[in-house]
Nanobody
């Protein structure tokens, strides 16, 4: 069983920054690709970024240049650095794994990010 626990969310004013963390239990973390998703109020969950086990990254086009995904396999943790935050970035942010079949097998409980104007 793998558990993913997000932290680092909160309230920030527009233009500010936050760094989210996702700590994973279990020995499979280092071999799994990981991803961050977000779900804005009243909207569907959407992909933010992914990172492979070797560190290759992918970002949603609208977030390139502002968000950075990274990981520390020694700490079983994946991060999301968010800069120049906008009110439209307000959402619950989730981390998830991506198994060999491309399936998100595990999800964290989410962390709320609220950006005020």
């Amino acid at each position: 069983q793998v558990q993913l626990v997000e932290s680092g969310g909160g309230l920030v004013t527009a233009g500010g920054s936050l760094r989210l963390s996702c700590a994973a239990s279990g020995s499979i973390f280092s071999i799994r690709d990981m991803a961050w998703y977000r779900q804005p109020p009243g909207q569907q969950r959407e992909l933010v970024a992914t990172i492979t086990s070797s560190g290759s990254t992918y970002y949603a086009d609208s977030l390139k240049g502002r968000f950075t995904i990274s990981r520390d396999n020694a700490k079983n943790t994946v991060y999301l650095q968010m800069n120049s935050l906008r009110p439209e970035d307000t959402a619950v942010y989730y981390c998830t794994d991506i198994n060999d079949m491309g399936v998100h097998e595990y999800w964290g409980q989410g962390t709320q990010v609220t950006v005020s104007s």
